[in-house]
């Protein structure tokens, strides 16, 4: 079993910044891919960003640019900076993992986070 626990949350005015962390413990050996998924209240869960342990990124149309994924693999930790926020982009993140990239891009990872709430001001 993996256990995925996110912090930096919080409420920030349009235009700022946060930045989201996700340690991940426990079976990290079956860990290759990790990622953040976002869902606002009335949507559908939507994949943000997503890094392979070998740093391969794929983000979402919607952040591109603004978001950024990163992975300390010493750390198990993956991190998403998110730059110029909008307050569309107020929805709870989601830490998700897996061995299988593809699970990741189907919105079915093995491992999620309890998720941690953005909320965005204009």
């Known amino acids: 079993q993996v256990q995925l626990v996110e912090s930096g949350g919080g409420l920030v005015q349009a235009g700022g910044s946060l930045r989201l962390s996700c340690a991940a413990s426990g079976s990290i050996f079956s860990i290759n891919v990790m990622g953040w998924y976002r869902q606002a209240p009335g949507t559908q869960r939507e994949l943000v960003a997503s890094i392979t342990s070998g740093g391969s990124t794929n983000y979402a149309d919607s952040v591109k640019g603004r978001f950024t994924i990163s992975r300390d693999n010493a750390k198990n930790t993956v991190y998403l900076q998110m730059n110029s926020l909008k307050p569309e982009d107020t929805a709870v993140y989601y830490c998700?993992?897996?061995?299988?990239?593809?699970?990741?891009?189907?919105?079915?990872?093995?491992?999620w986070g309890q998720g941690t709430q953005v909320t965005v001001s204009s």
């Open positions: 998700a993992a897996d061995l299988d990239s593809r699970t990741l891009l189907r919105g079915t990872p093995t491992y």
